[in-house]
């Protein structure tokens, strides 16, 4: 992926960040969950569905979000500079890692860090600095 330093706005992802620190804030307060997007879309699949609809709702807020963003703006250039395999490779590996971390990267990082959970706090500072070394060593030594 390729970021397009000279038409960055920091204002917006600060702004951007302030929504969903705030979406994250109301959604526990409302809802009582932690708005872990692996926990959520992973509790459609469990054989209780007695809170399928919110689950079924806050996914569909998911996909909907980027049209209603078209009407507004275009949505950005994006460009992922690897191939089919190595994405279907590294998914499976992020899959079995927030299945092994309990949780991803939006309930650790967002709302685990928020709460001061060392949990979510070490798993954190796992995914990032996994990603670090893993970008590290694919660019820098694989030259990939």
């Given at each position: 992926?390729?970021?397009d330093w000279n038409n960055f706005t920091p204002w917006t992802a600060l702004a951007g960040g302030v929504l969903i620190g705030i979406s994250a804030a109301l959604f526990?307060?409302?809802?009582g969950r932690i708005a872990g997007i692996t926990g959520i879309i992973g509790?459609?699949?469990?054989?209780?569905?007695?809170?399928?609809?919110?689950?079924?709702?806050?996914?569909?807020?998911?996909i909907i979000a980027p049209i209603?963003?078209?009407?507004?703006?275009?949505?950005?250039?994006?460009e992922i500079d690897a191939g089919y395999?190595?994405?279907?490779?590294?998914?499976?590996?992020?899959?079995?890692?927030t299945r092994y971390g309990s949780g991803c990267?939006?309930?650790h990082g967002v709302c685990g860090i928020s709460r001061l959970?060392?949990?979510?706090?070490?798993?954190t500072l796992a995914f990032m600095g996994t990603g670090f070394l893993t970008a590290f060593i694919m660019r820098h030594l694989l030259g990939a």
């Open positions: 992926m390729i970021i526990i307060l409302l809802n509790g459609l699949f469990r054989p209780a569905m007695h809170d399928a609809g919110w689950r079924i709702v806050f996914t569909m807020g998911l209603i963003w078209l009407l507004f703006a275009e949505l950005p250039n994006i395999n190595l994405l279907i490779v590294a998914g499976v590996i992020i899959g079995f890692g990267t939006s309930g959970s060392p949990r979510s706090i070490i798993a």
